[in-house]
């Protein structure tokens, strides 16, 4: 990637500087392989609640300042336009967060609505909206894969719960959690909340009859590069759709548009794996989450639909001196740069006994099966730290049938409502030591990562009431090793 020419403030540079100066240690040899789950771009030394705020290891001096802007920009609180700072004006209309961080916390997990506080707003997590095909062309849309869902007529694709002064907020997210115990079979009482998310106070009338409705917290940033560098073919070769070994798993790509190319390609990011790069996971998210245009996704307001008329008309900061965007190339460059090089931390105890004990039983229950445990990524020129990296990310990319327990009930692309992406579990162990209020699945309903495995059904459940079967003391060692990735 060829990063942008800036003009930079000498404060801006010594302060790139003296945070990039620092060199993680090296790890010890003796250690197992995957101690070190992003190969070389792991941040080894301790790092506490900022475990997810440090950069690829490997990279070099020269580039810890694009990475430093990158950050600064992914921090950036907007602001409505218009304003004499050109630059940073263009927020909303409608948006679910100011900045990029305001959502991802010091990178990590978000977590759901406060049930007892709705008022407070769904700062790290949205609902996403869409309808059924009403019509012909509809249908053909969907069909040929530009696009991957409707939204809805008067809400659009998201629901937007801040909004800038002139135009309404479009209403607030609730939730209600019903409780379900589980008896595990050594007699261990696990308790499960199943949420059901509502929409109050809607500003611009009723939504559609049949709209679908989705919500999803803020993944984690970690080693988002070190995924993009996949290959395609190797995520193919990992899909089985019809099962043919008979082993119960059938994970698939998901294939979506990419609008820069103009053509269907596999998805890999988001929880049904939605976009097929990271450069369109980001711009996508500046657009719907925080209302702001960008090359891929210029529109000045937004998620507005031609119903909000008042969201319609307010004023933007797309200006023809940055090729009439808000965030422009230059940003979303710094900002894919960013994104692509949020280190994963090096694993805790992972010599621990143990934790080895618990790897095992991971792998003997099938859970492997989906949480691929490692790739040897190929050479690329293009993206220097991800290069000939051997990873542990525990993930397939894969869309699996996670049973209706998890399901959303709605389509994206080719996922069902009833399957969801395999996500990385790397990270897993550190979520709630970055956030205390970091929950876990695509929701944040699951509190603890037990309860999370409990939520497992469809294709996980044999895996899922094996854990339900183990013995105290092993199942103590299956999460003492989810706790160290």
């Known amino acids: 990637m060829q990063l942008p020419a800036m003009h930079l403030s000498r404060f801006m540079i010594a302060t790139a500087l003296v945070f990039g100066a620092m060199t993680p240690a090296f790890a010890d040899e003796t250690l197992p392989a995957d ?18 705020t440090h950069h690829s290891a490997n990279m070099t001096f020269e580039k810890r300042l694009a990475f430093k802007l990158g950050e600064a920009l992914f921090q950036r609180l907007w602001v ?58 509809d249908r053909e849309l969907l069909a040929t894969g530009r696009l991957s869902t409707l939204p809805d007529p008067v809400y659009g694709g998201q629901f937007q719960d801040f909004s800038i002064p002139s135009v309404p907020a479009e209403g607030k997210v609730t939730v209600r959690y019903d409780t379900q115990t589980i008896e595990l079979a050594d007699g261990a009482m696990v308790e499960l909340r199943h949420p059901t998310y509502g929409m109050a106070d809607l500003a611009y009338g009723p ?81 719907f989450d925080i209302g702001l245009s960008t090359p891929l996704y210029p529109n000045g ?119 969801w992406r395999t996500p990385p579990l790397w990270g897993l162990g550190r979520a709630q030591e970055v956030d205390s209020r970091a929950g876990y699945l695509h929701d944040g309903r699951a509190r603890s990562i037990l309860e999370a495995v409990l939520w497992h059904g469809g294709e996980a459940k ?11 003391s092993d199942r103590s060692k299956l999460i003492a090793f989810l706790n160290s990735l």
Request: hydrophobic share 35%.
């Open 35 to 52: 101690a070190l789950p992003g190969g070389a771009t792991t941040w080894q030394k301790k790092t506490g609640r900022m475990a997810f």
């Open 80 to 137: 409505t336009a218009p304003t004499r700072t050109k630059a940073a004006d263009g927020l909303g209309p409608l948006f679910n967060s100011r900045a990029c961080n305001g959502c991802h916390i010091r990178n990590g997990r978000g977590h759901p609505v406060d049930e007892n506080d709705p008022s407070a707003g769904a700062t790290s997590m949205l609902l996403r909206l869409s309808i059924p095909p009403q019509n012909d062309t």
């Open 207 to 287: 939504l559609h009859d049949d709209v679908m409705i989705s919500p999803r917290i803020a993944p984690p940033m970690i080693g988002l590069g070190l995924l993009e560098a996949i290959p395609d073919e190797v995520l193919l070769a990992n899909a089985d759709p019809k099962d043919r070994d008979g082993n119960g798993i059938s994970g698939r790509v998901n294939r979506v548009w990419d609008i820069a190319k103009d053509e269907l390609a596999i998805g890999r990011f988001g929880w049904k794996a939605g976009m097929p790069t990271l450069d369109q996971q980001n711009q996508n998210a500046f657009q």
């Open 301 to 419: 307001y937004g998620d507005c639909t031609e119903a909000q008329s008042l969201c319609r008309g307010a004023p933007d900061g797309n200006d023809p001196e940055f090729d009439n965007l808000e965030a422009h190339d230059q940003i979303t460059d710094l900002v894919l740069y960013y994104a692509r090089n949020i280190a994963p931390p090096m694993r805790q105890n992972a010599s621990d006994p143990d934790v080895m004990a618990g790897r095992e039983i991971f792998n003997s229950i099938g859970c492997a099966s989906c949480h691929t445990p490692s790739y040897q990524l190929p050479e690329r020129a293009d993206m220097t730290e991800q290069s000939g990296q051997m990873i542990w990310p525990y993930t397939d990319l894969l869309l699996h049938d996670m049973g209706d327990g998890l399901a959303d009930h709605r389509p994206e692309a080719e996922a069902s409502g009833t399957e």
């Open 462 to 472: 044999p895996a899922r009431d094996a854990v339900t079967f183990l013995p105290s």
